[in-house]
């Protein structure tokens, strides 16, 4: 199978190809974007967050990944509402906590749920907008471009890129011990039992590539300059300059006015 | 001077590890076409990254000897000299992308960004390699989608265009079917005649379509240096490498008795043919 | 013993990857899956270690049909053994990794040591038994890798490319595994691209192409017709090519060959 892309080649990794508004928005300007945005969640009232959250799904929808959005969403949030509905709702005692006999609901309660939930779909949506229309490949040509040291350029984009090869290997495993005999479907004591089985491989493979990733970089001088030469760097257009100026000056004066109020 | 010198170096991986090299002697000319032959365990690959610069590393030092490019220490050399003095291309392409890449063409360029090279200068040098290793219809594939083959062809190209003198090839093909090894073996043996290749591998077939000077290595030591011919009579060649199939039956023949005592094996697969087609022809005649 | 009958599959949402595949081997057998690449036989492996369940038709291994079966009670009736041992080893020491597939069989503590000690010694590890795993060489781990599948005694053994990073050492070291398991018994299906190895071992070949079975052949019928071998993409051993220009029968193994050449020279001379 080595050099074969496997059959679920390009699963993980989140980017869905396309050439929409926002995937041709250099990736930098969309990166202070989201900075700014998730900042300004937290100073919005709720109202404001689902209309983040509208706005971020539509953009989503338009730039082709609207069944990612939607399978994400619903893999995430529900298990999360659930969970804030029975501990908001049902189990904190509050003031205004109604007894219906079997179970006891509290409207203060339930909007509080509310509150955090449009909240953290507000955050996931624009993450997920960032991520589904920006190739890490792509980020690190523009990190690169403007100056940034490979370094920290490479601690940016490395984990959204190594994320496929990594999940690959995972499934690897778990087939490789499956197969000599390790029950991964039984009680939650044998699963427990298993762990030591999936975990040491990864971790003792992950820890060797990276030894091998850091003379393979070395080999090619990755980090001997304190910047990089880039062909074909992603278009920065004036606008999206003066946009990233602007949201960066907002981002603090923001913050600083709502401590103040 | 010689582009690689290594002396009397004895290495293992920690203190209390086995010794993997013990007591390399070995000098590599520029231009020379050699292979490192050796089996499983016999040192190879370890000798394979001294020769190209990745050992020594910190807490991976010689327990004694040396290994000199152009005279002086890997230790001394910065890694932007080391990028465009020697490179190296190991079994498993996937594993030598830089990982930053989009596509093909991108790996490629990678290093030579690295470098600080003007971009009229980085794409003459990807022209050279992209003909060099016919890539050019892939240059906009995810390197990942790639072949093996294709993929192998890549991490070459994207060691030709540091423009290194040397290139250390570890069983480069040693994952492939036979169709995707001859077109790569024919690939490599286009490359340029002034790159040095040392060549480390356990297969025959790929030395003796690269090289023209067979060292032979087994537990760390080197027991044979000389001509392709020299090391394919050497005994323990059959046993480590194992011969061409009509070179075995030959020597079965042989060791049966009815093998003329005065002719010596031939050396070469098609030498021994050769004997069999001259001998069934006398007996029909 | 492993029965394949009508099988189909295809990935989620994906065209066909096999077509209505048909085969069945017995014990004794040592069945070499050939092919390019693409062609299938990874997939197909994975069906017969039932980390894949068909979407057309069934698969049976020793009786029980994969459909229905948990993986890890299918590896007690076919064991694997994959290309990178890194993917499965965990244990700190070669007896410990051995140790893992007999210590999950419902077998009595003795006959476990029993069994590990075994595998150990056919494949070479005893020595190396306290060391750990990832401190030996590749080829040594793929006999770690060979010897935890040996320890649980299945009466399938499927290998993938095991004979890919051997010196000859190692392959005459596999091979005669290979055998000893064939003369007790074991059903062998082996995915390989080496044909030499091919043509010394196996006693069937079955090639696949763009998804089907385009032939299932004793290794000498295959090898002989070009139609077959052109259409699995694979090359005849070079000792059977010279076999035929010699006018000899044809030899798919260099111990055959001797054997006709010497048979031929001893005749008295009246060949015409």
């Known amino acids: 199978m080595i050099g074969q892309p496997g059959p679920h080649a390009g699963k993980s990794l989140l980017y869905v190809p396309g050439d929409s508004f926002i995937h041709r928005l250099n990736p930098l300007t969309k990166l202070v974007g989201l900075l700014w945005l998730a900042a300004t969640t937290f100073m919005l009232p709720p109202e404001g967050m689902a209309a983040i959250f509208v706005a971020a799904l539509a953009f989503g929808v338009i730039a082709g990944a609207g069944r990612a959005f939607v399978r994400r969403l619903l893999f995430t949030l529900l298990p999360f509402a659930i969970a804030l509905f029975v501990i908001h709702g049902l189990l904190i005692e509050r003031a205004d906590t109604i007894d219906y006999g079997l179970f006891s609901l509290s409207a203060d309660g339930l909007g509080y749920m509310g509150r955090i939930l449009v909240r953290v779909a507000a955050l996931l949506t624009v993450s997920m907008l960032f991520v589904t229309t920006t190739h890490p490949a792509i980020l690190l040509k523009a990190l690169d471009s403007h100056g940034v040291p490979p370094g920290i350029a490479y601690l940016i984009s490395s984990p959204l890129l190594l994320l496929e090869p990594f999940s690959t290997r995972a499934r690897a495993i778990r087939d490789a011990q499956q197969a000599r005999g390790l029950d991964l479907n039984g009680s939650w004591r044998a699963r427990a039992k298993a762990f030591p089985a999936l975990l040491i491989p990864l971790v003792t493979l992950a820890l060797s590539d990276l030894d091998h990733r850091a003379s393979v970089l070395d080999g090619r001088a990755f980090r001997a300059r304190p910047f990089r030469v880039v062909l074909d760097a992603p278009e920065d257009r004036p606008y999206e300059r003066w946009l990233r100026r602007t949201l960066l000056v907002a981002l603090p004066l923001q913050i600083g006015l709502a401590a103040w109020l | ?285 | ?272």
């Open chain 2, 1 to 285: 001077m010689a582009l690689i010198d290594i002396d009397n170096l004895v290495f293992s991986y920690g203190p209390k590890a086995p010794r993997v090299l013990d007591g390399v002697s070995l000098s590599i000319e520029r231009g020379e076409r050699i292979a490192i032959m050796g089996g499983n365990g016999s040192g190879k690959t370890t000798l394979a990254q001294w020769i190209a610069g990745w050992l020594p590393r910190p807490g991976m030092e010689a327990t004694t000897g040396h290994v000199h490019a152009k005279d002086r220490p890997w230790q001394d050399w910065t890694a932007l000299e080391r990028a465009q003095t020697v490179q190296f291309v190991g079994q498993i392409p996937m594993q030598q992308f830089s990982g930053f890449a989009f596509t093909v063409f991108d790996e490629m360029v990678f290093g030579p960004g690295n470098l600080g090279l003007e971009p009229d200068e980085i794409r003459r040098r990807a022209e050279t390699v992209i003909d060099l290793c016919n890539m050019r219809h892939l240059l906009d594939r995810d390197p990942f989608t790639l072949s093996g083959g294709e993929q192998q062809r890549l991490s070459i190209a994207s060691a030709l265009i540091m423009q290194p003198e040397a290139l250390v090839l570890d069983e480069p093909t040693g994952n492939f079917d036979p169709e995707s090894r001859d077109a790569l073996l024919g690939q490599i043996s286009l490359l340029p005649r002034d790159l040095t290749i040392i060549l480390c591998d356990m297969a025959l077939k790929p030395a003796l379509a690269i090289a023209e000077r067979f060292v032979l290595l087994d537990e760390g030591r080197i027991i044979a240096d000389g001509a392709p011919d020299e090391i394919l009579d050497h005994p323990l060649t059959a046993e480590i490498f194992g011969l061409p199939a009509v070179m075995e039956a030959a020597g079965l023949i042989r060791d049966a008795g009815h093998w003329p005592t005065s002719a010596k094996l031939p050396m070469t697969p098609s030498a021994v043919v050769e004997h069999f087609v001259r001998r069934a022809h006398d007996a029909q005649g």
């Open chain 3, 1 to 272: 013993m492993l029965k394949v009958e009508g099988v189909g599959f295809h990935y989620v949402a994906g065209t066909e990857v096999l077509r209505d595949l048909s085969f069945s081997a017995s014990a004794g057998d040592i069945v070499a899956l050939v092919g390019r690449n693409g062609a299938g036989k990874s997939t197909l492996l994975r069906l017969l270690n039932g980390l894949l369940k068909p979407t057309r038709g069934t698969v049976t291994i020793d009786g029980n049909v994969t459909a229905e079966t948990p993986v890890h009670l299918i590896s007690r009736s076919i064991g694997t053994v994959f290309q990178s041992p890194e993917q499965q080893i965990f244990n700190a020491t070669v007896r410990d990794e051995v140790m893992f597939g007999p210590r999950n069989l419902p077998i009595t503590a003795e006959e476990r040591e029993t069994r590990v000690r075994e595998a150990l010694e056919r494949t070479r590890l005893t020595d190396q038994s306290a060391v750990h795993p990832l401190d030996l060489d590749q080829a040594k781990r793929r006999f770690v890798a060979l010897a935890s599948v040996l320890a649980t005694r299945p009466p399938a053994l499927l290998l993938d490319e095991p004979q890919r990073g051997l010196d000859a050492r190692g392959r005459l070291l596999l091979e005669r595994i290979v055998l000893e398991e064939q003369a007790k018994g074991c059903c062998v299906v082996i995915v390989c691209h080496d044909m030499e190895f091919v043509a010394r071992l196996a006693t069937r070949v079955i090639a696949l192409s763009d998804g089907e079975i385009s032939a299932d052949r004793p290794p000498a019928e295959f090898f002989l017709d070009a139609k077959l071998t052109a259409g699995a993409s694979v090359e005849a051993p070079d000792i059977l090519r010279v076999s035929q220009q010699l006018g000899l029968p044809p030899c798919l193994t260099p111990a055959a060959f001797a054997e006709a050449w010497v048979a031929r020279s001893s005749e008295p001379a009246n060949r015409t």
